[in-house]
């Protein structure tokens, strides 16, 4: 979509919103009587002290549904953290990859070569490689939709109330069982209150952010909508030396539209559709070391670049994803303890793009993908609070999805294969997760749920004898076949209420990702590859305490947690010898199981606020992912793949808060400084090829710390709010990921943001 286009889609957005809403607020300031001046300069003191006073919201205070029910953060026996929108607006977020600095144990980041494909591991488990008809090992919820597929899924900060991330498994609450744990994006809620405000963050490296939104009543008391919109632009932070053009830039348009409709006092139906365009160029990834196959394409060496984020890729910028998402949620009020929620919803995406590996102008390692998805899912809830000695939610989940796609490929200018393939997924679910008080402080959690699910798989790959990719040389693989997955996840657990600021918890439960197929399968070389790969399962055992202590001035939380975590799903590139000359010369993309793992670690996590001007707040946390076993597939003595990454055995941070009375409004400011340690990046093993008495290390990330900092002041009567943030102000170095393929010489890597410093103007109508 071009700017013209994109600029008229803003404007028809906000305007035709304004125009729905407009009537009913004017109505609404018509219908309020005249006041004299006093009370006029009384009421606008009152709700300025009132505004000033919702940005010192205490942590203990903030209210969550990780249990599918409101409740304080602090009454929630669940590992949670929670970023609010009012912290998102100060550090000036784009997305949501700004979690990993506030929360412990928790990797997210941009995958591949796309600004919206989304990387996350909570406690060392995820799912790097975005192949389709892979689940996530962590689960991404917006509102209470599952999102299943990596692509579009690193969401943009915009029409927010909150972001929940719960670690750990999460199946006998959520509708798709998430092993690792699960980020919950939580929209702002339609009321019959009017609401609406524009924000414009310009910053470095041409950044243009421009956020918009505007909610209330159509109809009083019956009818709600809201409009939200995010146009987020910003040139590269690198450029590609071959063509002269950005590349890692940001250039995204997003939107979510909503009604809500209340027939009856007791009966709410909601519907909503969000959108999401990223046109940004590829992701620049930076030659680690000169590429040994460049004197022969090129005649002369491929040296790394000085800059991190420059490259010299020769293929074309290819590189979009659209995405839609639809729900209805339909939610009666049977009773004032009895509850019932529908929620139905589907969701597509496309996505097309280039992917230069070896970040050459040379074809040594380049790829052309092509993916789609789209997924059904609908949901039942029964929740239960009508009681004092038990509640509970009972639901009913099921999931209809298809994924797949076509990847165009060429190797060292010669060799040309066409992966094309599909994996479908069938789930049902029913899930069961009470609370029994056994005595006045003492609760019994159950939970279950059993999972039936069906994958699909297709794949036909060949090799071409061109660059056509018209003409079939030989057929790599070519079948289609399904599996059914059956699976118990339980929970059990205990808490107890010591007194009313101190409750610790104790519970043992179990999370399930199925199996499926490699749709990169060269089954007529390797048969074994055809097979479909096993679930994982993670069996976890957590001790946590929740107080709120110092005269109620601090939040201190603590988890502790031991980890059985069997047959580890992975993605890894796996190199053989295809002319039989006893050197390593082609390789295919393998997904297995690789192995068992014990995963242990503490997570502590505090907020404290004085009775002046100074707050503290962040977190502390400890992993230790050992594996148990690693997968030698072939008995020489190596292993073949590294099974635990994105797993740093320490990270924290630590913020200080400010906030001062000014000019009759409130400036606060924070400093930041986030530390992670080292951490594995890629899932490399075994020998390095052609010298087998060598072993092949992954990409390795050092220990590093981000400092962090912004300044606020928003005005008395909380309509204006000027800032300004800073963004890794000692501009330090950091891979996210990488490639690390040694039969095409390619170890190239993806670097986090530079230092960058971004304004914000925001003006609230209402």
């Not at 590992?79 to 990797?107: F, G, K, M, R």
């Not at 200018?413 to 049902?428: A, L, P, R």
Request: some cysteine; overall charge negative; charged content about 20%.
């Amino acid at each position: 979509m071009n700017d013209e286009r994109r600029l008229w889609v803003v404007m028809a957005l906000v305007l035709g919103t304004a125009l729905a809403f407009g009537p009913t607020v004017m109505a609404q300031e018509a219908e309020e009587p005249a006041t004299d001046e006093e009370t006029t300069e009384a009421t606008e003191a009152a709700e300025a002290a009132e505004a000033v006073e919702s940005q010192r919201k205490f942590a203990s205070e903030i209210v969550v549904t990780s249990q599918r029910r409101e409740e304080l953060l602090q009454e929630v026996p669940i590992a949670v953290s929670v970023v609010t929108s009012d912290e998102l607006e100060d550090i000036a977020a784009t997305d949501i990859s700004v979690l990993q600095s506030y929360t412990p144990n928790l990797s997210i980041y941009q995958g591949r070569n796309q600004s919206t494909t989304l990387t996350a591991f909570i406690r060392g488990v995820g799912q790097a490689d975005p192949l389709w008809g892979v689940d996530p090992g962590v689960g991404l919820y917006i509102d209470d939709v599952y999102v299943a597929r990596a692509q579009g899924a690193l969401l943009d900060v915009y029409d927010v109330e909150r972001i929940e991330v719960l670690r750990g498994p999460q199946g006998t609450l959520y509708g798709k069982n998430t092993i690792g744990g699960a980020i919950k994006y939580v929209t702002k809620p339609m009321s019959d209150t009017p609401e609406g405000k524009v924000t414009w963050n310009p910053g470095s490296f041409n950044t243009q952010e421009l956020r918009a939104m505007i909610a209330g009543p159509i109809v009083e008391g019956r009818l709600r909508g809201k409009a939200s919109m995010a146009w987020l632009t910003r040139d590269g932070y690198g450029e590609n030396r071959y063509t002269g053009r950005d590349v890692s830039n940001k250039d995204t348009l997003a939107w979510r539209l909503g009604l809500e409709w209340l027939p009856i006092d007791d009966l709410s139906v909601q519907l909503n559709y969000d959108h999401t365009e990223d046109d940004a160029e590829p992701l620049g990834y930076k030659r680690l070391q000169a590429n040994p196959l460049c004197p022969i394409f090129l005649g002369t060496p491929c040296e790394p670049f000085d800059n991190n984020f420059d490259t010299e890729s020769g293929l074309a910028p290819l590189n979009s994803t659209e995405s839609n998402g639809y729900s209805l949620d339909v939610t009666w009020n049977i009773s004032s303890g009895l509850r019932f929620k529908s929620i139905t919803a589907y969701r597509e995406t496309d996505t097309e793009n280039n992917i230069d590996f070896d970040t050459t102008p040379a074809p040594i390692t380049d790829s052309a993908p092509v993916y789609f998805d789209d997924q059904f899912t609908q949901e039942f809830q029964l929740l239960y609070t009508g009681s004092d000695r038990w509640n509970g939610v009972f639901g009913f989940y099921y999931f209809d999805g298809e994924a797949g796609g076509t990847v165009k490929a060429t190797f060292v200018g010669s060799t040309f294969t066409t992966t094309d393939g599909d994996v479908g997924t069938e789930s049902y679910a029913i899930y069961a997760d009470a609370n029994v008080k056994l005595a006045d402080k003492l609760t019994l959690n159950l939970g279950i749920r059993p999972t039936r699910e069906k994958k699909t798989g297709r794949a036909f790959n060949v090799l071409n004898t061109d660059a056509t990719f018209e003409n079939i040389l030989l057929v790599l693989a070519d079948f289609e076949d399904d599996v059914t997955f059956d699976s118990w996840a339980p929970k059990i657990g205990l808490e107890y209420q010591f007194n009313p600021d101190v409750m610790g918890y104790a519970k043992v439960s179990r999370g399930f990702k199925s199996g499926g197929y490699n749709v990169r399968a060269q089954s007529e070389i390797f048969p074994e590859s055809a097979l479909p790969f096993d679930d994982e399962v993670m069996t976890v055992g957590e001790i946590g305490v929740k107080s709120v202590l110092a005269n109620r001035s601090l939040v201190l939380n603590a988890a502790v947690f031991y980890g059985d975590y069997t047959d580890i799903q992975v993605s890894t590139f796996t190199s053989y010898d295809s002319d039989g000359d006893g050197e390593d010369d082609a390789f295919f993309g393998n997904f297995l199981n690789a192995g068992d793992a014990t995963i242990k670690g503490v997570e502590l996590e505090y907020n404290w606020a004085s009775q002046s001007f100074f707050g503290l707040s962040g977190f502390l946390a400890y992993l230790d992912a050992e594996p148990d076993s690693f997968l030698d597939e072939n008995e020489d003595g190596f292993v073949d793949t590294q099974v635990i990454t994105n797993a740093p055995e320490f990270t924290g941070a630590i913020r200080g808060n400010f906030d001062w009375p000014l000019f009759g409004g409130l400036l606060t400011a924070s400093v930041g400084y986030s530390y992670r340690d080292e951490s594995v990046l890629t899932n490399e093993g075994g020998p390095y090829p052609g010298n087998s008495t060598v072993p092949l290390e992954p990409l390795v990330q050092d220990s590093y710390g981000l400092l962090d900092a912004w300044v606020a002041w928003l005005s008395p009567n909380a309509k204006w709010r000027l800032g300004i943030t800073g963004k890794n102000l000692t501009d330090e170095d950091y891979l996210m990921t990488g490639y690390n393929l040694p039969v095409f010489g390619v170890v190239t890597g993806s670097y986090g943001p530079p230092l960058t410093v971004v304004g914000t103007i925001e003006y609230r109508f209402w």
